[in-house]
């Protein structure tokens, strides 16, 4: 079974940090893009975030640009270093796996997501 397990989300204060972690199993996607999604109440899921199959190329958000920063290993994890936290990132950040090997901005074109993990930030 294919699984994309988020982790480090929690509860900071404006202008902290955190740092997510996506780690997939059940099969590789060391060939596949991976990008960050968020979805905050009452609103549309956004694109965070994305990174190509080998890390080359990323994309941000205009939103987070600057402040967060998308990483990958070689172990079939996924990271976003999120700093200069704002209340207006809380939301749930969902880790996805894209259908091809480049940077995605749109929901679409991503086959495989995780079940969220929440980052709230309080001001």
Do not use: H
């Not at 999604?37 to 994305?50: H, L, N, S, T």
């Amino acid at each position: 079974q294919v699984q994309l397990v988020e982790s480090g989300g929690g509860l900071v204060q404006a202008g902290g940090s955190l740092r997510l972690s996506c780690a997939a199993s059940g099969r590789t996607f060391s060939s596949n893009a991976m990008g960050w999604f968020r979805q905050a109440p009452g609103k549309e899921r956004e694109f965070v975030a994305a990174i190509s199959w080998r890390g080359g190329r990323t994309y941000y958000a205009d939103s987070v640009s600057g402040r967060f920063t998308i990483s990958r290993d070689n172990k079939n994890t996924v990271y976003l270093e999120m700093n200069s936290l704002k209340p207006d990132d809380t939301a749930v950040y969902y880790c996805a796996a894209a259908r091809g090997t480049q940077p995605m901005r749109t929901i679409y074109d991503y086959a495989y997501w995780g079940q969220g993990t929440q980052v709230t930030v309080s001001s």
